[in-house]
């Protein structure tokens, strides 16, 4: 009986990953958007932009806001849940995680063709051109991490 | 207001959820990039049949319209190589660099700054239309090129996602049995 009950290490994977679908349906509703990370780094990005004098285009709104109140709940949520980081794992360096993050971004905008690509909601939405970035993604993470395994 | 208090929760949610999965920490994404780990690719999955379902029912009560649209293959492409890229050096997907930054990770900061400075290179890069690789094309919606409404074919691949699984889930649960 306690077979049953005790869930197995992938169906929590399969329940927070049902989970995350269902919190869409408030953003949705309120904003007509779905979750994405990307679009957080848009804005503030757009927001220094126009500090800088880069741009004028950018006027802060209601609808621009969204993305940073849901990403300092996001740090919230795992503040409340804290796990400490390990100490003898091999991380990332400073600059690997600078390069990845710029390549990150440079690609979800590129892929978006001046928006910024949904990389979690656009595939369930069965957009064509999400197909061919997930495509194109998988098969760069699958070459570059072996070919990382190898050197 | 309302509804920013209401994202700011959704997002305590989030965190929370993407924590306790395990999804956001480090060591998964170095793990699935070696294939030892599948955390991250059964959330995904798991994430994509539900939002399948979602889309599905959001679609038949028309709340959400899925039209043709214009895109670039080229751009497509390129910018899923450049994503890639990026989750292979810095081990995290755009949605999962905030929590590593709260769980006190710093390259996560790193990555952040990275991500920001993505933006900005992009905008500017784009006044030269340096990233206009190729002609947009427009190209019908999925169901629209199969002939039927949206709300069926992603029920029909929400259903075959949600089959595997079980049957995956039965194969493996037969293995450790000795079956």
Known sequence: MRQIIVATKQDRCVLAGILIALLQIPTIILLDKTINGSTVYTVVADILLQWLGFSSDYSPSYHSLWPIALALGTAIGVLLVKKSPKANLQLPSWWQGFVGGLLLMLGTRVAGDGSTFEELSALPQLQSHSIITWLFLILTCVLASGHMRKT | ?179
Request: some cysteine.
């Open chain 2, 1 to 179: 207001m309302i509804a920013l208090v209401i994202i700011f929760m959704v997002g305590i949610a989030l965190g929370a959820l993407l924590v306790n999965s395990k999804v956001a920490l480090p060591e998964k994404m170095l793990h699935q990039l070696q294939g030892q780990d599948h955390t991250i690719l059964i959330t995904f999955l798991a994430y994509i049949a539900a939002s399948l379902c979602l889309f599905s029912i959001l679609s038949y009560t028309e709340h959400l319209v899925i039209d043709a649209f214009s895109f670039n293959p080229m751009q497509a492409g390129v910018g899923g190589i450049l994503m890639g890229l990026g989750i292979v050096l810095c081990k995290a997907m755009p949605i999962s660099i905030i929590p590593k930054m709260a769980m006190g990770y710093t390259y996560a900061w790193f990555a952040c700054g990275g991500a920001i400075v993505g933006c900005m290179a992009y905008h500017l890069l784009a006044k030269y239309q340096l990233f206009q690789l190729a002609t947009n094309i427009q190209v019908p919606a999925m169901h629209s090129l199969l002939g039927i409404p949206f709300w069926l074919l992603a029920l029909i691949l929400a259903t075959a996602l949600i089959a595997y699984g079980l049957l995956r889930r039965r194969q493996a649960k037969s293995a450790s049995l000795g079956h």
